[in-house]
Every structure is written in C-alpha cells, then in structure tokens.
C-alpha cells in the first residue's frame, strides 16, 4: 500500500460519501473500491480478536465479515482470493490485515491513489494516523436538515429514521463534523481537503478540479461519467440508498428539508446543530438570537422512546450507534490478558 497515496474520506452517511467515492473511481488513476468499512471492522474491533487468529471465536466471525463483504461487491472467486491472502498471514496486525485486502483488490494495477470511503472515520483517526501516518482526508459535509430529511425519507413509517431517532441523526451529525474540523485543525490544508455536497452537485467541474489539484491529479472528464461505469451500475443495484448513483448528477438535490421537514423540526435541528451549521457557511432559517423554548429543547429526548420502539431500536444506551459486530463479538470474544495491565491483586497490595 506504500505505492500508493492513501486518501480516507470522511463524511457522514447520506451526505454524498457514495457519490464522490464513484465520482473519483471514474478517474483513471484511482482505484475507489465500494464501502467495505473494513477500516472499522477491523481497526475498532482489533482488540476482540488479537488473540491468535486460528483459536478465536471472534476472528473466525471476522473473517467470515470480510468474507461477506468482499463476495457483495466483487464475487466469490474475489473472496477466495482475499481469504486465502489473509490466511498466510503471519505477522496478525491490523495494518496487515487491511494492506492484503486492498493489495488483493488491486490486483497489480497501477494506480496514483487509493481512496477508501468509510463510516465513522473520526472515531478511528487514532489508527489510522498511527499506521498510516502520511495518509491524506477528504471531508465532505451536507446541511444537517438536508441530512436528516434523508435519514427519514429511508424509513417510509411515521417517526422513522435511519438512525432510530432524531436525537440519534443529530448527533452522528454533530459527532462526524466535529471530527472532521478536528482533524483539519491539527493536520491542516495540506492533509485534508473540506468540501461541500452543496457545492458539489452545483459546480462539480470546479469543486473536483480543486480536489484532484489536491491529490496531485489532474481533472478528468469521465469523474462527470460516473454513472456510466459498470462498477457503479452494479453497486447502484446493492441498495435503495445507492440507486441514484446510476443517474446522471441531480443539481438540484438540495434544500429537500423545505418541503419534507416540517418547522418544528427544522427549529430542532438549529437549535441542536446551529453553531456547527454556520461553521460551514449553513444560513439558519430562524432567528439565532432568540432563545429556544424547554419545548424545543426537550423534544427531542421526550420523543426517542417512541421513535425507537417504531424503528425497532432495541440498542441499549451504551451500545446505541454501533453495529451489528458490536454485538456478536460480545459474545464470543475471547478474554485477552494484555500484559501492561496490573491485576487486581497487585493494585490491592499495600505493599
């Protein structure tokens, strides 16, 4: 993976992540394979499956995770491949692990950048930074009342939401963004380039021509043919959530909450959400001078219980915006005695 500069994006779901992820897999010079999440299966559960790969519950679950993934966007022969790449290995890192996953993909094909479209990326910045420490970041933000009109318009029942709840969307958005200023603040311009999903369905040549300028290409007009490219076809056909990858860029595919949100909840989102909005330029539609009311602030809270049992939510508290790993590893994780831990005996010794 050292042949190549690494880029990771980070974006909140339902803010174009699939959209740019094609849009640079068009260029001739980037291989942008579809959302595997691999970065936060295996980074984020590391440590349920450290222990040696061939006598763990937890990995062999991981390992058939990987398997899955790989056969859903690129076959069984790819699986194959992949798993039996990972079986010889020896040195059982993470690092390791994702560098012959993506190795495999590959394939020998030269390419000048490999970008990987995750989740959750600032939750794992920690890795990624500590394995591959000249990576670059894109980070590319979506007005939160677009954003959550989205989340809803998945769920077709009354109080759906993607995320279980309202208060649930708010702060994926409100955690993601506030990652990624993060990480621009301490990496700086010259490791991670901020755009705008506004910005790039409206001007799509002049915002990807920044971008690439960013990651030392040169623009291509077929990054506006993404949707002609039959990897993109085939993913289009994945889910409902991927189905306009197959068309055409959508310019107007904005200001959606105007007609699908309703004042309360618009009122909502400013108040949770307003002082990260204008961070990116967000007008608000309300007065931002006037104080909420125990109505708006509260609402959100009073009516998550109801929104959860509709979305059939049943996380709990602590678990609430993990995935379905999350809870499989719990159960068949094997204890690892780390040996820079002191026991409890020691830590009851007077002595």
């Not at 621009?184 to 915002?207: C, M, N, S, W």
């Not at 506006?224 to 490219?229: G, P």
């Not at 959508?250 to 949100?261: A, I, S």
Request: some cysteine; hydrophobic content about 40%.
């Amino acid at each position: 993976m050292n042949d190549y500069q690494i880029v990771f994006l980070m974006c909140s779901e339902r803010s174009g992540s699939n959209l740019i992820r094609v849009m640079l897999d068009a260029h001739s010079e980037v291989f942008a394979p579809a959302p595997l999440h691999f970065v936060r299966d295996i980074g984020a559960h590391f440590h349920a499956t450290i222990v040696r790969k061939d006598s763990s519950d937890a990995w062999g679950l991981m390992r058939t995770r990987i398997g899955n993934r790989i056969e859903r966007f690129y076959g069984k022969e790819t699986r194959k491949m992949v798993l039996c790449e990972i079986d010889t290995i020896k040195e059982f890192s993470a690092r390791k692990i994702l560098k012959v996953i993506y190795e495999t993909l590959l394939a020998g094909n030269s390419y000048k950048v490999l970008f990987i479209k995750e989740n959750n990326i600032q939750r794992n910045l920690f890795f990624l930074l500590h394995y591959f420490p000249d990576a670059k970041f894109v980070f590319q933000v979506r007005d939160p009342r677009d954003f959550l009109a989205s989340t809803k318009g998945l769920k077709s029942s009354w109080l759906g939401n993607k995320f279980g709840s309202n208060r649930r969307a708010m702060e994926v958005w409100r955690e993601d963004q506030l990652g990624g200023l993060s990480a621009l603040t301490h990496l700086g311009e010259e490791r991670v380039f901020l755009q705008r999903y506004e910005d790039l369905i409206a001007e799509p040549e002049k915002v990807l021509s920044k971008l690439c300028s960013f990651l030392d290409l040169e623009f291509q007009q077929s990054m506006l043919d993404f949707h002609k490219k039959e990897s993109t076809r085939l993913v289009a056909k994945q889910g409902e959530c991927w189905k306009n990858l197959q068309e055409p860029l959508m310019p107007r595919n904005l200001g959606n909450y105007k007609t699908k949100l309703s004042s309360w909840q618009v009122r909502m989102i400013e108040t949770y959400l307003g002082d990260i909005m204008e961070c990116f330029g967000y007008q608000r539609c309300f007065l931002k001078d006037k104080e909420p009311s125990l109505f708006q602030i509260f609402w959100p809270h009073i009516t998550e219980p109801f929104e959860k049992i509709i979305n059939r939510n049943k996380r709990p508290f602590y678990l609430d915006g993990g995935d379905e790993l999350w809870y499989k590893l719990e159960k068949v994780a094997d204890p690892v005695n780390f040996p820079y831990v002191t026991s409890h005996s020691d830590i009851n010794n007077d002595d």
